[in-house]
Nanobody
Framework: QVQLVESGGGLVQPGGSLRLSCVAS????????MGWYRQAPGKQRESVAIITSGGSTNYADSIKGQFTISRDNAKNMVYLQMNSLKPEDTAVYYC??????????????WGQGTQVTVSS
């Protein structure tokens, strides 16, 4: 019923930038929080950044001042601007959204992930 599709990942040199995008589609009544998570090889998935429908943001300490999350409610999209990328930012990045498909309770949805590799 609901799909999240990420784009914008790829290979970038240390110090470079990437912008990830995620669009939600399907039977959407309302979108609450949207966010980005990442999972590096051999590590658990971790929260990177979250943004509410009102625009309030929360960032992981490890990327504060380096990444910026934003969203376009009219387009059902969330973005992650990543600057000054480091090799330790290499991971699969997942889009996450808390979406209601009816006036009933919302559910959490995940995208399929997009690979970000920071390497020279």
């Amino acid at each position: 019923q609901v799909q999240l599709v990420e784009s914008g990942g790829g290979l970038v040199q240390p110090g470079g930038s990437l912008r990830l995008s995620c669009v939600a589609s399907g039977r959407i009544f309302s979108i609450y929080e949207m966010g980005w998570y990442r999972q590096a090889p051999g590590k658990q998935r971790e929260s990177v950044a979250i943004i509410t429908s009102g625009g309030s943001t929360n960032y992981a300490d490890s990327i504060k001042g380096q990444f910026t999350i934003s969203r376009d409610n009219a387009k059902n999209m969330v973005y992650l601007q990543m600057n000054s990328l480091k090799p330790e930012d290499t991971a699969v990045y997942y889009c996450n959204a808390y979406i209601a498909t009816s006036p009933d309770r919302p559910y959490t949805y995940w995208g399929q992930g997009t690979q970000v590799t920071v390497s020279s």
